[in-house]
């Protein structure tokens, strides 16, 4: 059974989901891989436009434009921004796990040296069979802590809302193993599903 928190424009810090893994460590030791139809700028600070991806190991970033900027150890900040009809969408494949991160916003703020991302406007983010709603999203990837709250900035009174839903509430079967849901179940009951733009892109 889901249980639906709707604390009304509170700042809310989530210590991780019991049971969850943390997002896949072994990410930022690969590779990144950066495409997009136009670059302009230099090679540390490009300027990104049209079909834009940042990959690494199982993280996937998609927009529309980005500014990328990269440091003199090679690590990275990138802000990625899309049209209206399109947010920006993210994934990574959590740590000892076959759950995915999912998200979607506006903005995507994705800090490398600091191990974080951040979602800005119209944010939803599933993180396995959980889902999160707000203006903002501030998650960090290294512990799995979650900030979810109101933009400073909104004046449109949006609230919050979590939906988490208990493994120890889940059906068990006669061995007393978890009856955990399918992820065609899980998607069918989300209450803010991604777009078809990022399901496609983050499946």
Avoid: W
């Amino acid at each position: 059974m889901n249980i639906l928190l709707i604390p009304t424009l509170l700042l809310m810090v989530c210590a991780g989901f019991s049971g969850q893994a943390l997002a896949e460590k072994a990410d930022r030791f690969k590779r990144v891989t950066i495409l997009a139809d136009l670059s302009d700028g230099d090679a540390n600070n490009p300027k990104l436009t049209g079909n834009v991806s940042i990959e690494q190991g199982t993280m996937r970033i998609y927009s529309e434009q980005a500014l990328v900027r990269f440091d003199k150890n090679k690590k990275y900040q990138a802000t990625l921004t899309n049209s209206k009809e399109r947010p920006v969408c993210f994934r990574q494949k959590k740590d000892n796990s076959t759950d995915l991160l999912k998200g979607q916003a506006d903005r995507v703020e994705y800090d490398q040296n600091k191990d974080l991302v951040e979602f800005f406007g119209n944010v939803v983010v599933h993180d396995g069979p959980n889902e999160m709603v707000s203006d903002y999203v501030r998650y960090q990837l290294s512990n799995e802590k979650f900030e979810v709250r109101p933009s400073k900035t909104s004046s449109s009174k949006k609230q919050v809302r979590m939906d988490i839903i208990p493994i120890e509430k889940e059906a068990v079967n006669d061995k007393g193993e978890h009856l955990l849901k399918t992820s065609k179940e899980i998607e069918a009951e989300r209450h803010e599903p991604l777009t078809r733009y990022c399901t496609e892109k983050t499946l």
